[in-house]
């Protein structure tokens, strides 16, 4: 069975510049998850769906960051403009209700 | 508000040793747990649950944990450790839909 799928998995950009991270969550699951990692702050909760509908995005830094899940099979995370404290590793993950979440393999953010 | 607590940021063993991960929680009410792994560059894998029931779990990889509710802890044990268990170790609470996670316990083994 494929698993939560991410891509890209390694994204350098430049100050300033749109990027756009893109999650497939399992199929069947209900629930989509966006969490980042930083060496400072460790794995934090962005913002999660339930059926394609942001639950709870508290965790979204500010305005520069949005997301999407247009349908049940595709979620993006963008952030525009990016700066360079954006860099970190994004997790996408994806569960049936509020059963187990399957992490996916994350993209390495890299803002120059 | 609930938050979950490894209090080793770092710990070195050496192969064939036994290994004991620790994790303190906060939450009100019975708490679903989880042990995550991570190894260098890859995401991560879940180890093993607690949701109810025997307080003593066992997971993947030869891994256990134990709930003890009187020490609000959730330790990982592993009786001998292996070499490719070096990785980071990640304790998480489940609040609502949401997982709180720990900062993480780096593991290196040494031969």
């Known amino acids: 069975d494929a698993g939560v799928i991410q891509s890209p998995r390694h994204e350098v950009t430049e100050m300033g510049q749109e990027v756009t991270l893109r999650c497939k969550p399992i199929?069947?699951?209900?629930?989509l998850f966006w969490y980042r990692q930083t060496m400072m702050r460790g794995l934090e909760l962005l913002i999660y769906?339930?059926?394609?509908?942001?639950?709870?995005d508290s965790g979204m830094p500010e305005d520069r960051f949005s997301a999407k899940m247009p349908n049940a099979s595709f979620s993006t995370l963008k952030i525009q403009p990016s700066e360079p404290r954006d860099s970190a590793v994004y997790f996408c993950?994806?569960?049936?209700?509020?059963?187990?979440?399957?992490f996916g393999p994350g993209t390495r953010l890299l803002v120059l | 508000a609930q938050s979950v607590t490894q209090p080793d940021i770092h710990i070195t063993v050496s192969e064939g040793a036994s290994l004991e991960l620790r994790c303190n929680y906060s939450?009100?009410?019975?708490?679903?747990l989880f042990w995550y792994v991570q190894s260098p560059g890859q995401g991560l894998q879940l180890l093993l649950k607690?949701?109810?029931?025997?307080?003593l779990v066992q997971g993947i990889k030869g891994f256990e944990a134990e709930f003890k509710r009187s020490q609000s802890s959730f330790n990982l044990r592993k009786p001998s450790v292996h070499w490719s268990d070096a990785a980071e170790y990640f304790c998480?609470?489940?609040?609502?839909?949401?997982?709180?996670f720990g900062t993480g316990t780096r593991l290196q083994v040494f031969p």
């Open positions: 769906f339930n059926n394609n509908v942001p639950i709870d």
């Open positions: 993950a994806s569960s049936l209700g509020s059963g187990l979440k399957y």
């Open positions: 607690y949701f109810s029931g025997d307080t």
């Open positions: 199929s069947g699951h209900n629930s």
């Open positions: 939450y009100g009410a019975t708490p679903y």
């Open positions: 998480a609470v489940e609040v609502g839909d949401k997982l709180i």
